[in-house]
């Protein structure tokens, strides 16, 4: 199905509807509009603050140099500093940088953390690059951006093909450049040296906490719950093994070479160690498999997108057969695929909702290295529901008093802290 919907250019196209910036500006257009914010504040909300571009020389392993772009993107610093993550891929792009950065201000707004967005990345292919390049590659590039980064400024995080490893790496040259430890700088360490606890299974346990709310609104309970998760890495491997040890039904498992499918409810841990032994969840002897296509329209009343971004489209967002929508990934629905959603009724929590348990365990790992001292792993789990059953509850009475579906809702609850923030402080100068 193809639908007419408009970007803010007054037309679109199928190639745009996979553009996560015109994707971004498009629900943000209709939240301003909605919100009345007049044009100067929409000028503000729109623009990035600050954009980084950086061209780092790398000696690689066999004594070339090598030239890498890198980019940091700050959207927003109205309500504190700068926070989101740096992806490492050879399709990073400044447009792409600026919308996730966007999309931080706005989730860290909806889970009212004191946090603004930014976002970086370095256009580089990991996989054909050694450790040691890696290591490389981070190093030069957080010297290159230090000034520009700090936990009081703008505290980067992992995000696609880095990990807590290079987290580690910016977190040392940033401390050495600063002549003293500043753990601060980064979240999504290792432990060991000021990561938190609980980080793991952040994104995941978020993604648990909203849809019992959703439950809890909708009258259903977790026993009689199906649900369907498609990518079974962190974010979806760590709701599969929450949910699923909460009681609810996981039916049905989606990775990219496949799914497996058991109606009467998966035995997530078992599937986890038939994946580490085998490389793959497929010819798991506790489900059958399935075409993974098929899969993604099966009869549910939970499904969690929890891989990559544009596989709700409008193309195929009518064949979907799920009651409720829990966008663990970022972006999973395209804009277009939104009025679709509406249409059918899907329950829908958006991604800067569903999948905000990630930075707000970030943020607590940033206040944890700030003051010197760490939570245990159930003082952080117990905030992490109390951030997020706050920010469920929030969203929805936006929705019901504005009368907008929940994506709406969540974008007008953002856009209008942030405004708040700015208006509160005034424009400089
Ligand atoms: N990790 C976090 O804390 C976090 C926080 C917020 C949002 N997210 C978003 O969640 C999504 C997943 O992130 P992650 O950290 O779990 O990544 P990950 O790499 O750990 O896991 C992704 C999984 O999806 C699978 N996959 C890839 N393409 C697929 C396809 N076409 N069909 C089915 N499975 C596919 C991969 O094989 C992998 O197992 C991304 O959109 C990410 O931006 C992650």
Same mark, same amino acid.
């Given at each position: 199905m193809i639908l007419e919907a408009t970007t803010p250019s007054g037309h679109t196209s199928e190639l745009d509807e996979f553009n996560p910036r015109l994707s971004a500006e498009a629900r943000f257009d209709s939240a301003a509009t909605k919100l009345r914010l007049d044009d100067g504040m929409q000028k503000v909300l729109r623009t990035p603050s600050r954009e980084i571009i950086v061209h780092i020389p790398v000696m690689l392993d066999d004594g070339r140099i090598e030239v890498f772009t890198g980019y940091r993107v700050q959207? /927003?610093?109205?309500?504190g500093p700068a926070k989101g993550g740096i992806r490492y891929a050879p399709d990073v792009s400044l447009d792409e940088v600026r919308a996730l950065a966007a999309w931080m201000t706005w989730k860290c707004a909806v889970v009212n953390i004191p946090f603004g967005g930014g976002k970086g990345g370095v256009i580089c292919d990991p996989p054909l690059l050694s450790d040691a390049e890696l290591e490389r590659i981070t190093r030069r590039y957080t010297a290159e951006i230090f000034d520009f +980064? *700090?936990?009081?400024?703008d505290v980067p995080a992992p995000d696609m093909n880095t990990n807590e490893q290079t987290m580690a790496w910016i977190m040392d040259t940033y401390s050495m450049h600063a002549r003293q430890a500043q753990a601060?700088?980064?979240? %999504? $360490?290792p432990i060991t040296i000021g990561g938190s606890r609980g980080r793991t299974e952040a994104t995941g346990r978020g993604c648990m906490i909203v849809t019992d709310q959703a439950l809890r609104r909708l009258g259903f309970?977790?026993?009689s719950t199906r649900v369907v998760i498609q990518g079974f890495g962190n974010v979806g491997g760590m709701a599969a093994k929450l949910m699923s040890r909460a %009681?609810?039904? +996981? +039916?049905c498992i989606i990775e990219y070479d496949g799914a497996v499918y058991n109606p009467k409810g998966l035995d997530i841990p078992a599937l986890m160690k038939h994946r580490a032994e085998t *490389? /793959?969840?497929? %010819?798991?002897? *506790?489900g059958e498999d399935m075409d993974k296509n098929e899969a993604f329209f099966l009869e549910t009343d939970v499904l969690i997108p929890?891989? $990559?971004?544009?596989? +709700?489209t409008s193309q195929n967002a009518d064949r979907l057969r799920t009651k409720i929508l829990c966008e *663990?990934?970022? %972006?999973? /629905?395209t804009q277009l695929a939104d009025p679709v959603l509406a249409y059918k009724g899907i329950f829908v929590i958006p991604d800067i909702l569903a999948n905000a348990g990630g930075v707000t365990v970030s943020y607590f790992e940033w206040v944890q290295d700030r003051q010197g001292y760490f939570w245990s792993e159930q003082t952080v789990n117990d905030r992490l529901e109390e951030v997020m059953v706050d920010s469920f509850q929030a969203v929805m009475a936006y929705a019901d008093k504005h009368m907008v579906n929940n994506r709406l809702a969540a974008y007008m609850l953002s856009l209008d802290r942030v405004a708040q923030a700015i208006r509160l402080r005034g424009i400089y100068a």
């Amino acid at each position: 199905m193809i639908l007419e919907a408009t970007t803010p250019s007054g037309h679109t196209s199928e190639l745009d509807e996979f553009n996560p910036r015109l994707s971004a500006e498009a629900r943000f257009d209709s939240a301003a509009t909605k919100l009345r914010l007049d044009d100067g504040m929409q000028k503000v909300l729109r623009t990035p603050s600050r954009e980084i571009i950086v061209h780092i020389p790398v000696m690689l392993d066999d004594g070339r140099i090598e030239v890498f772009t890198g980019y940091r993107v700050q959207h /927003s610093i109205a309500r504190g500093p700068a926070k989101g993550g740096i992806r490492y891929a050879p399709d990073v792009s400044l447009d792409e940088v600026r919308a996730l950065a966007a999309w931080m201000t706005w989730k860290c707004a909806v889970v009212n953390i004191p946090f603004g967005g930014g976002k970086g990345g370095v256009i580089c292919d990991p996989p054909l690059l050694s450790d040691a390049e890696l290591e490389r590659i981070t190093r030069r590039y957080t010297a290159e951006i230090f000034d520009f +980064i *700090g936990p009081e400024v703008d505290v980067p995080a992992p995000d696609m093909n880095t990990n807590e490893q290079t987290m580690a790496w910016i977190m040392d040259t940033y401390s050495m450049h600063a002549r003293q430890a500043q753990a601060a700088v980064v979240t %999504g $360490k290792p432990i060991t040296i000021g990561g938190s606890r609980g980080r793991t299974e952040a994104t995941g346990r978020g993604c648990m906490i909203v849809t019992d709310q959703a439950l809890r609104r909708l009258g259903f309970d977790r026993a009689s719950t199906r649900v369907v998760i498609q990518g079974f890495g962190n974010v979806g491997g760590m709701a599969a093994k929450l949910m699923s040890r909460a %009681g609810y039904k +996981i +039916i049905c498992i989606i990775e990219y070479d496949g799914a497996v499918y058991n109606p009467k409810g998966l035995d997530i841990p078992a599937l986890m160690k038939h994946r580490a032994e085998t *490389g /793959s969840i497929l %010819g798991f002897a *506790g489900g059958e498999d399935m075409d993974k296509n098929e899969a993604f329209f099966l009869e549910t009343d939970v499904l969690i997108p929890a891989a $990559k971004e544009n596989v +709700i489209t409008s193309q195929n967002a009518d064949r979907l057969r799920t009651k409720i929508l829990c966008e *663990g990934a970022n %972006g999973p /629905s395209t804009q277009l695929a939104d009025p679709v959603l509406a249409y059918k009724g899907i329950f829908v929590i958006p991604d800067i909702l569903a999948n905000a348990g990630g930075v707000t365990v970030s943020y607590f790992e940033w206040v944890q290295d700030r003051q010197g001292y760490f939570w245990s792993e159930q003082t952080v789990n117990d905030r992490l529901e109390e951030v997020m059953v706050d920010s469920f509850q929030a969203v929805m009475a936006y929705a019901d008093k504005h009368m907008v579906n929940n994506r709406l809702a969540a974008y007008m609850l953002s856009l209008d802290r942030v405004a708040q923030a700015i208006r509160l402080r005034g424009i400089y100068a």
